[in-house]
């Protein structure tokens, strides 16, 4: 008698129902990754335009207490800059001549989510008589 050395029906469809399982989690994984890569590069393009927003605001000088509200259309997002005041209780009061702060906010919208970022620069403004010895 000769013996047949074939799968049966059902181990074929087992083998297939592992392959198809795997494949369907390695393409599960992909597509979030992915997700998150486009998700972190508009977080990352945002922190750019928020920095942009903080050097314009060190080359234009600005009046306490006023902010300057940026909103960009395309983007909805929203850009706030103003002058953050020392607090007299602060190590840095004594400096409160020579060093201003910036301060940027920034709003804005991404897949039905509303996102926000803040980020501060001091500002150094040395004095005339430091600048004469300079």
Known sequence: MV????FTLLEVLLALMVLVSAVY???NLQSRALFKVLRERNDIEKTFRIKKELYFCLTTPLEENK???????????TFTSQL???????????????????RTDAKW???????EASMVSFVYKPSKEQEKVS
């Open 3 to 6: 013996k047949n050395h074939a």
């Open 25 to 27: 989690i390695i393409s």
């Open 67 to 77: 902010k300057i509200v940026n909103k960009i259309e395309n983007e909805e997002a």
């Open 84 to 102: 953050v005041n020392i607090a007299s209780k602060s190590k840095l009061a004594d400096m409160k001549k020579m060093i201003k702060i910036i």
């Open 109 to 115: 919208n991404y897949n039905n989510a509303t996102h």
